[in-house]
């Protein structure tokens, strides 16, 4: 609008305002957008947001040395919370790997040393050993192979047998990923960072039991039974346990059991007990030894140690009558208490010859 056109439309609202016997009212108290008027048509100018307070010379903020405390406090504060940053895993080199939960999330962390432990250190399974590594070669051929669940009495080789087969298998392109219960609800995070590596993995769950209500059941019952938090193609999940449906048992449990045709059926608390283990595709149990295995085990245990020590320490009926009473003190007769009676008397025997 030229300013000749501004000033008459200003003379003609005056004229008007006069005519109609009102006080004109000054440039722009008629607008309502504040940017023209609509009488007077008249440009008003933009209303404009405050300007920002002067900063400290310089460009900084004056912050007091009590801000600056409480400003680092905070800060420490979060760098607790968040996880630490850490590399990518080099498969290549690393054979097996911790989930470490931390805070909000968690991270797989490299395991330096997974013990010597082979095969043939592991006497009296032989038939357990055959399955779970027939098993485990299908998978890493590629061909179909199941989920398995190690269980039975303590001390007979379950969690041994899972570290065997990796320094055995390891060349062949076997991983190991360890969880802890606890942190079984990460499953979908943990198979998100090793689903599209070039690798078959055991996810390993060792010492697994759950009391009633645990989250993490649900999550573990969802990976084995192949919902949207199923494992991936190059995961397998292998567990071991003192309990063949890693759930406590009771009486009360059976008194919904009824006869049906003449079979037994179980009860609901029976049946949603054993549902997470049946989905186990293999069941594979280790039961405690009797005394003569326990014996034969204990004269290899003796056996191999006194080699590496290069002692000569002879079987003997003293030996015989130690190694059985070591196992009533343990209570128990297994590959462990034949390992640690082993250790026992090859060490006296060497501290007594030294």
């Given at each position: 609008?030229?300013?000749?056109?501004?000033?008459?439309?200003?003379?003609?609202?005056?004229?008007?305002?006069?005519?109609?016997?009102i006080?004109?009212?000054?440039?722009?108290?008629?607008?309502?957008?504040?940017?023209?008027?609509?009488?007077?048509?008249?440009?008003?100018?933009?209303?404009l947001?405050?300007?920002?307070?002067?900063?400290?010379?310089?460009?900084?903020v004056?912050?007091?040395?009590?801000l600056?405390?409480?400003?680092?406090?905070?800060?420490?504060?979060?760098?607790?919370?968040?996880?630490?940053?850490?590399?990518?895993?080099?498969?290549?080199?690393?054979?097996?790997?911790?989930?470490?939960?931390?805070?909000?999330?968690?991270?797989?962390e490299?395991?330096?040393?997974?013990?010597?432990?082979?095969?043939?250190?592991?006497?009296?399974?032989?038939?357990?050993?055959?399955?779970?590594?027939?098993?485990?070669?299908?998978?890493?051929?590629?061909?179909?192979?199941?989920?398995?669940?190690?269980?039975?009495?303590?001390?007979?080789?379950?969690?041994?047998?899972v570290r065997?087969?990796?320094?055995?298998?390891?060349?062949?392109?076997?991983?190991?990923?360890?969880?802890?219960?606890?942190?079984l609800?990460?499953l979908?995070?943990?198979?998100?960072?090793?689903?599209?590596?070039?690798?078959?993995?055991?996810?390993?769950?060792?010492?697994?039991?759950?009391?009633?209500?645990?989250?993490?059941?649900?999550?573990?019952?969802?990976?084995?039974?192949?919902?949207?938090?199923?494992?991936?193609?190059?995961?397998?999940?292998?567990?071991t346990?003192?309990?063949?449906?890693?759930?406590?048992?009771?009486?009360?449990?059976?008194?919904?059991?009824?006869?049906?045709?003449?079979?037994?059926?179980?009860?609901?608390?029976?049946?949603?007990?054993?549902?997470?283990?049946?989905?186990?595709?293999?069941?594979?149990?280790?039961?405690?030894?009797?005394?003569?295995?326990?014996?034969?085990?204990?004269?290899?245990?003796?056996?191999?140690?006194?080699?590496?020590?290069?002692?000569?320490?002879p079987?003997?009926?003293?030996?015989?009558?130690?190694?059985?009473?070591?196992?009533?003190?343990?209570?128990?007769?297994?590959?462990?208490?034949?390992?640690?009676?082993?250790?026992?008397?090859?060490?006296?025997?060497?501290?007594?010859?030294?």
């Amino acid at each position: 609008m030229s300013k000749e056109r501004g000033s008459a439309a200003g003379a003609g609202y005056g004229a008007w305002a006069a005519a109609k016997g009102i006080a004109p009212c000054p440039p722009g108290a008629c607008c309502e957008d504040r940017t023209r008027c609509r009488i007077c048509r008249r440009p008003q100018p933009p209303t404009l947001p405050p300007e920002p307070r002067a900063s400290a010379p310089g460009g900084t903020v004056n912050m007091t040395p009590e801000l600056s405390d409480r400003l680092e406090r905070v800060l420490a504060s979060l760098e607790q919370l968040l996880p630490r940053p850490v590399e990518p895993i080099d498969w290549s080199r690393c054979h097996a790997a911790n989930w470490r939960r931390h805070s909000f999330a968690g991270y797989l962390e490299p395991i330096a040393s997974v013990g010597t432990t082979s095969l043939d250190d592991l006497l009296g399974i032989d038939e357990e050993q055959r399955v779970v590594e027939e098993n485990t070669r299908q998978f890493l051929a590629g061909y179909p192979a199941n989920n398995v669940l190690l269980w039975g009495t303590r001390g007979t080789g379950k969690s041994s047998l899972v570290r065997a087969l990796l320094n055995r298998y390891a060349g062949r392109g076997l991983r190991i990923v360890q969880v802890d219960k606890s942190d079984l609800i990460r499953l979908p995070d943990i198979f998100a960072v090793i689903k599209d590596q070039p690798y078959r993995f055991i996810l390993l769950c060792d010492d697994l039991s759950f009391e009633p209500g645990e989250p993490s059941y649900k999550m573990l019952k969802s990976a084995l039974d192949g919902s949207v938090y199923a494992a991936p193609e190059n995961v397998l999940i292998y567990t071991t346990s003192n309990r063949r449906h890693l759930l406590p048992e009771f009486e009360v449990d059976n008194l919904g059991a009824k006869m049906v045709n003449n079979e037994i059926h179980h009860g609901e608390g029976v049946e949603e007990k054993i549902s997470l283990s049946d989905r186990f595709g293999l069941w594979v149990a280790f039961h405690a030894f009797s005394q003569d295995h326990y014996l034969a085990v204990v004269r290899q245990c003796v056996g191999n140690l006194a080699r590496q020590a290069a002692i000569d320490v002879p079987w003997t009926p003293e030996v015989e009558t130690a190694a059985i009473a070591w196992s009533h003190e343990k209570s128990k007769r297994c590959g462990r208490t034949a390992f640690q009676f082993a250790r026992h008397w090859v060490g006296r025997t060497l501290l007594e010859t030294a």
